[in-house]
């Protein structure tokens, strides 16, 4: 992917989350900059990558909130409105274990029906990795300090609060694969 798309990417997320959601925008951002950062152990999808990151939470936006579900809305967004690339949606659609979060709303043989998990495990871990690394405000924090702040603000019993606790053990793992693969790259 070449920087046009890239810049694409941004001028899509940003038009859609920076007035309505501002706080999203700036997560956004912070989730692109660390796909900027682990890059060097994807070869040839960090372009992939960092569009993915980009464009993870558009369907937050308000106008895009058709299911109530972000990443099944940003991503028929994407692929509805844009023609986005197939591979870029299925990231979208499938980001940080979603498919967890569609069974908890029902969702689980739609999502799958129309955006199947992308079968690339270290660009699908990359991405987590960029997700779960990220405080809301944009920050860096870890996947443990993440997962916790995500259960603390739906609360325990909600669905997002029951899909982080499921998945909880699966972020762990991603994040642990792609810092073990930034640690034996070289700088």
């Not at 972000?70 to 299925?90: K, S």
Request: with cysteine; proline share 5%.
């Amino acid at each position: 992917m070449d920087d046009l798309f890239g810049e694409w990417a941004v001028q899509t997320a940003e038009a859609e989350l920076s007035g309505p959601l501002p706080r999203r925008w700036t997560h956004t951002q912070g989730v692109a900059t660390r796909a900027v950062e682990v890059r060097r152990v994807l070869d040839g999808d960090a372009g992939l990558l960092l569009a993915a990151a980009t464009l993870h939470d558009v369907g937050y936006a308000p106008r895009l909130a058709i299911t109530g579900f972000h990443p099944l809305d940003g991503a028929r967004f994407l692929r509805d409105e844009h023609g986005a690339d197939e591979r870029l949606t299925r990231l979208v659609a499938n980001h940080s274990f979603a498919l967890l979060e569609a069974e908890e709303r029902g969702l689980r043989e739609e999502l799958m029906r129309e955006f199947p998990l992308l079968e690339e495990p270290l660009l699908v871990d990359a991405l987590v990795y960029c997700d779960m690394t990220t405080t809301p405000d944009g920050g860096r924090t870890t996947a443990w300090e993440r997962v916790a702040e995500i259960a603390d603000r739906y609360g325990a019993d909600s669905v997002v609060g029951r899909f982080i606790r499921r998945a909880a053990p699966e972020v762990f793992s991603s994040v642990e694969r792609i810092e073990a693969a930034l640690a034996s790259q070289p700088r």
